[in-house]
Every structure is written in structure tokens, then in C-alpha cells.
């Protein structure tokens, strides 16, 4: 009788501390799932600081357009968008679609919730900073800041659902197998209580291992994510910059002593055949060929260390009946800077198609 006495309150005792360990492990993850939010908020502020820089950039010689305009060639999706607001006017949300459909309406419209709102009261001028947000019952990381641009205040914000963070590093599967695990648990405990010392060190063991494998596999996805972000971002075969960007990108190879460079200047009769000439520059170009839009017709290709009559090659190659080459710069050295350089070029490139200077400040 003594027996099955100890074994009752032996077994009671096992149930209610699995139940309670449960609970207890289930409360541990909803607050890992905060501060990894948290976590991925503050690295999501760097983003916005680095995006601000861009627009600064403009000085005073743009308008609300070009800040939307670069806002819009950034990557969007439903999981992950851009706002932004002048005053109590939304100027772009997520897409051009999207926009259209807020047009006319305070941002306050957008922020609707509680938690929304207070986000936008609490941010500052000049200071990034997050807050985990509900938009429509669905959780998102917002980061966000107020600048001055022109005489006027603009709010900027990125929203990150909450479910593209949580499940792109296996944490859900995570979760889950520990549920699992600890529910397998307190079944062996409930039926071999009186061996529960060694299942338990057995479970214990298991754990531990799938622990580490979870970090080793969170840090390796982390690493990758990074790498691809890097490379998608700046990787010169998958983009055609902006001629406000030409500067920096010289300034660069200057700094780095990078040479040779070689200018080549072209032409489109259409857009039809600039997007016909941006096919064939994805084709026939690599990554040591920097493609910039000077305006709606002109194009500059730089190569960057390029024997000369490889590049020249190349260069005839790309010329067409609805694409004019108008000239090319070959810099065997940076002794003078590649700014002066180009503006030089670009100048005799201007002047030969018989057109106005270029405004912008790469002349």
C-alpha cells in the first residue's frame, strides 16, 4: 500500500512540473520571439539610416517625386514595404498601386491601431527607432524616423511582417519540434514514472544537440541571407544606377586605386530599344560593368579594368540601327581624378550630339 502511495504522488508530482515546464518553456519562446523581433529591428534601423543618406543626397535640388522615386526601386513585397508621409499626407505605401489607393488620406488612416499610432507619435527628428506594431491583427516590425527635407518634415517607415523574421530562420520548426518533444516527455513520464530519471536525462541529451544544431543552422541561413542581400544590392549585372550615384562610384575607384577605366557613352531612339539595350547589356555584360541612366535616352557604361581592345570590342558590338554610340574615354591611370576626368568626356560627348549640358552633378 506504501508502494502505491509514493508511486501516486510520485506520478502527480511528474505530471504537474512537465505541465508546468510546458508553460513555462511556452511563455520562454513567445518572449524569444519578441526580442529576436527586437534584435532584427535595431539591424532593420541601419537599413532606413542607409536609404535616409540616399535622399540627402538630392540636397535641394529634387522633389517629393524623386524621393518616392528612389523608395520605389527599393525591394518591396507584401511582407515587407516601405511608407512615406509629408506632414499628415501619405506620399507612398508598399507600391504605386498601393499609393493610388491612400491618396488624399493622413497617415494617421494607414496607423489606425493603437499600437500603430503610438509607433508614429514616438518617433523623433533625425533618430531611428523600432517598435513592434499591428496593422489589420497582423504583427510587424516598424522602423522608422522623422527628417527634414526642403523646409518640410517627412516620416519614413519600414514594416517587416513579423512571420517573414520568425519562420526564414527556422525558429517555428524549432517550436514546434520541442512541443512535440516535450509532449512525447510527459506521456513516457505519466506511463514509466518510476524510470523517469533516465528518459529524462535521455531527452535532456537530445535537446542539447538539437539546440546546437538549431544555432549552427540559424547562423549559417543569417550569414547566407547577408551574402545574398550584399550581393543582390550591389551587384552591377543586376542593376542600371542612377547618374546621381556616377560620383560616388568613382570616387570609390579613385580611393581604392583602381585602373584602368574605360567610358563609353550611348544613345536610344526609344524606349522600346532602351529596354531592348538593357536585354542585351544583362546578356552580354558582367559584373566589372557599371551601367548608369544618365536621362530618359542617354546611357554611360564604365569598365572597370578592361584591356582596352576588349572592351573597345565589346563597345562596337553593343551599337546598333536604335542605339548610337557617341564616344568613349580610355583612363589608364587615375593621376587625375576619374571625376574630372569623366566630366571632361561627358562635356565633349554633350557637345558633339549638338544637346544641352547635362544638369545633373555628374557634369
Given at each position: 500500500?506504501?508502494?502505491?502511495?509514493?508511486?501516486?504522488?510520485?506520478?502527480?508530482?511528474?505530471?504537474?512540473?512537465?505541465?508546468?515546464?510546458?508553460?513555462?518553456?511556452?511563455?520562454?519562446?513567445?518572449?524569444?520571439?519578441?526580442?529576436?523581433?527586437?534584435?532584427?529591428?535595431?539591424?532593420?534601423?541601419?537599413?532606413?539610416?542607409?536609404?535616409?543618406?540616399?535622399?540627402?543626397?538630392?540636397?535641394?535640388?529634387?522633389?517629393?517625386?524623386?524621393?518616392?522615386?528612389?523608395?520605389?526601386?527599393?525591394?518591396?513585397?507584401?511582407?515587407?514595404?516601405?511608407?512615406?508621409?509629408?506632414?499628415?499626407?501619405?506620399?507612398?505605401?508598399?507600391?504605386?498601386?498601393?499609393?493610388?489607393?491612400?491618396?488624399?488620406?493622413?497617415?494617421?488612416?494607414?496607423?489606425?491601431?493603437?499600437?500603430?499610432?503610438?509607433?508614429?507619435?514616438?518617433?523623433?527628428?533625425?533618430?531611428?527607432?523600432?517598435?513592434?506594431?499591428?496593422?489589420?491583427?497582423?504583427?510587424?516590425?516598424?522602423?522608422?524616423?522623422?527628417?527634414?527635407?526642403?523646409?518640410?518634415?517627412?516620416?519614413?517607415?519600414l514594416l517587416t511582417y513579423d512571420r517573414v523574421v520568425l519562420e526564414d530562420n527556422i525558429l517555428l520548426e524549432c517550436r514546434n519540434s520541442i512541443i512535440i518533444i516535450l509532449s512525447l516527455v510527459l506521456a513516457l513520464m505519466i506511463i514509466l514514472s518510476m524510470v523517469m530519471s533516465k528518459k529524462i536525462?535521455?531527452?535532456?541529451?537530445?535537446?542539447?544537440?538539437?539546440?546546437?544544431?538549431?544555432?549552427?543552422?540559424?547562423?549559417?541561413?543569417?550569414?547566407?541571407?547577408?551574402?545574398?542581400?550584399?550581393?543582390?544590392?550591389?551587384?552591377?549585372?543586376?542593376?542600371?544606377?542612377?547618374?546621381?550615384?556616377?560620383?560616388?562610384?568613382?570616387?570609390?575607384?579613385?580611393?581604392?586605386?583602381?585602373?584602368?577605366?574605360?567610358?563609353?557613352?550611348?544613345?536610344?531612339?526609344?524606349?522600346?530599344?532602351?529596354?531592348?539595350?538593357?536585354?542585351?547589356?544583362?546578356?552580354?555584360?558582367d559584373n566589372r560593368v557599371l551601367r548608369f541612366s544618365m536621362d530618359e535616352q542617354f546611357l554611360v557604361l564604365v569598365f572597370v579594368k578592361y584591356p582596352r581592345k576588349v572592351s573597345k570590342e565589346i563597345i562596337e558590338s553593343l551599337e546598333d540601327d536604335d542605339v548610337r554610340s557617341w564616344g568613349d574615354?580610355?583612363?589608364?591611370?587615375?593621376?587625375?581624378?576619374?571625376?574630372?576626368?569623366?566630366?571632361?568626356?561627358?562635356?565633349?560627348?554633350?557637345?558633339?550630339?549638338?544637346?544641352?549640358?547635362?544638369?545633373?552633378?555628374?557634369?
Amino acid at each position: 500500500m506504501r508502494k502505491k502511495f509514493n508511486y501516486f504522488i510520485l506520478t502527480v508530482a511528474v505530471v504537474f512540473f512537465a505541465i508546468a515546464s510546458d508553460v513555462f518553456i511556452y511563455c520562454q519562446l513567445e518572449n524569444y520571439e519578441t526580442r529576436f523581433l527586437e534584435i532584427y529591428g535595431a539591424e532593420q534601423d541601419g537599413y532606413v539610416k542607409i536609404i535616409l543618406d540616399q535622399i540627402n543626397r538630392l540636397q535641394d535640388q529634387g522633389a517629393d517625386e524623386d524621393i518616392t522615386e528612389i523608395i520605389s526601386t527599393l525591394d518591396a513585397t507584401a511582407s515587407r514595404y516601405w511608407t512615406l508621409s509629408k506632414g499628415d499626407s501619405i506620399l507612398f505605401v508598399k507600391s504605386v498601386t498601393e499609393t493610388n489607393r491612400y491618396k488624399g488620406f493622413s497617415d494617421g488612416t494607414y496607423y489606425a491601431t493603437e499600437t500603430a499610432s503610438a509607433f508614429m507619435d514616438s518617433l523623433g527628428v533625425n533618430e531611428v527607432n523600432h517598435r513592434i506594431i499591428y496593422l489589420n491583427e497582423d504583427r510587424f516590425i516598424a522602423s522608422g524616423m522623422i527628417f527634414g527635407w526642403q523646409g518640410e518634415q517627412y516620416r519614413i517607415c519600414l514594416l517587416t511582417y513579423d512571420r517573414v523574421v520568425l519562420e526564414d530562420n527556422i525558429l517555428l520548426e524549432c517550436r514546434n519540434s520541442i512541443i512535440i518533444i516535450l509532449s512525447l516527455v510527459l506521456a513516457l513520464m505519466i506511463i514509466l514514472s518510476m524510470v523517469m530519471s533516465k528518459k529524462i536525462q535521455s531527452q535532456k541529451y537530445l535537446l542539447d544537440k538539437q539546440e546546437e544544431r538549431v544555432v549552427w543552422q540559424n547562423q549559417q541561413i543569417e550569414h547566407l541571407d547577408e551574402r545574398l542581400k550584399r550581393e543582390y544590392a550591389f551587384s552591377a549585372s543586376r542593376h542600371v544606377f542612377k547618374n546621381v550615384m556616377l560620383d560616388e562610384f568613382l570616387q570609390a575607384l579613385d580611393e581604392k586605386d583602381v585602373y584602368p577605366l574605360h567610358f563609353a557613352a550611348f544613345e536610344t531612339e526609344s524606349a522600346k530599344a532602351r529596354e531592348k539595350f538593357f536585354a542585351r547589356m544583362q546578356a552580354v555584360l558582367d559584373n566589372r560593368v557599371l551601367r548608369f541612366s544618365m536621362d530618359e535616352q542617354f546611357l554611360v557604361l564604365v569598365f572597370v579594368k578592361y584591356p582596352r581592345k576588349v572592351s573597345k570590342e565589346i563597345i562596337e558590338s553593343l551599337e546598333d540601327d536604335d542605339v548610337r554610340s557617341w564616344g568613349d574615354l580610355y583612363c589608364e591611370d587615375n593621376m587625375n581624378s576619374y571625376q574630372q576626368q569623366f566630366a571632361k568626356f561627358w562635356k565633349v560627348v554633350k557637345e558633339k550630339c549638338g544637346k544641352r549640358n547635362y544638369t545633373g552633378n555628374t557634369v
